[in-house]
């Protein structure tokens, strides 16, 4: 019962992607982080727990809903879209690796930087006047890089105890420092 509430979830949520980027990339993350609370509440049935078969069938669906943020990507400018093509290869070898190899720091080697850049440059974009400028694309590179890092190594190499606590408190400190540097550097993109 639980697969079939976290599949719907997780493959109906992505096509809103389409017609609402910033939306549909939230409530699909969003989909991501709730999937293994509700496992852990509920029961991880024939997953067997937070394992490996946790983590193929996870990476799988994270892949489906970045198929549909490389849709919007290929409206973007040629810089933003040939940066995103380049951050969606490298997770997908990740992925790839993962499922040939069956050993989750793969995933550490290549995280998931796309999704920290793609939504990034969907914020930066709600302001129609304004461009995103090269200084602001490294920005979000370093963003990216540090928080997802961080984040893939949490998730794939300290002991799940840890998580928890260490989870929130990175997401609390990358969106703090990521708006407060944002409205910093605002200036520098403003055409």
Avoid at 107 to 128: A, G, Q
Wanted: aromatic letters at 14%.
């Amino acid at each position: 019962m639980v697969l079939a509430i976290v599949l719907l979830l997780r493959l109906g949520i992505p096509p809103l992607i389409l017609r609402r980027p910033l939306l549909g990339t939230v409530l699909a993350i969003a989909a991501d982080v709730f999937d293994y609370n509700l496992y852990s509440r509920f029961g991880w049935g024939i997953l067997g727990g937070p394992g490996l078969r946790y983590q193929l069938l996870d990476k799988a669906l994270d892949t489906y809903y970045m198929v549909f943020a490389l849709v919007v990507v290929s409206k973007w400018t040629t810089t933003l879209k040939i940066s995103s093509y380049v951050l969606f290869a490298s997770r997908l070898a990740g992925v790839v690796l993962l499922f040939l190899l069956k050993n989750e720091i793969v995933l550490v080697i290549f995280p998931n930087f796309f999704e920290t850049f793609f939504l990034s440059v969907l914020i930066l974009r709600l302001d129609k006047r304004q461009n995103v400028h090269p200084a602001m694309l490294l920005f979000l590179f370093a963003v990216a890089i540090f928080q997802k890092m961080f984040q893939e190594y949490a998730l794939h190499v300290l002991p799940i105890r840890y998580l928890t606590i260490l989870k929130e408190i990175v997401t609390a400190g990358v969106s703090i420092v990521f708006f407060s540097l944002y409205y910093q550097l605002r200036g520098v993109t403003t055409s």
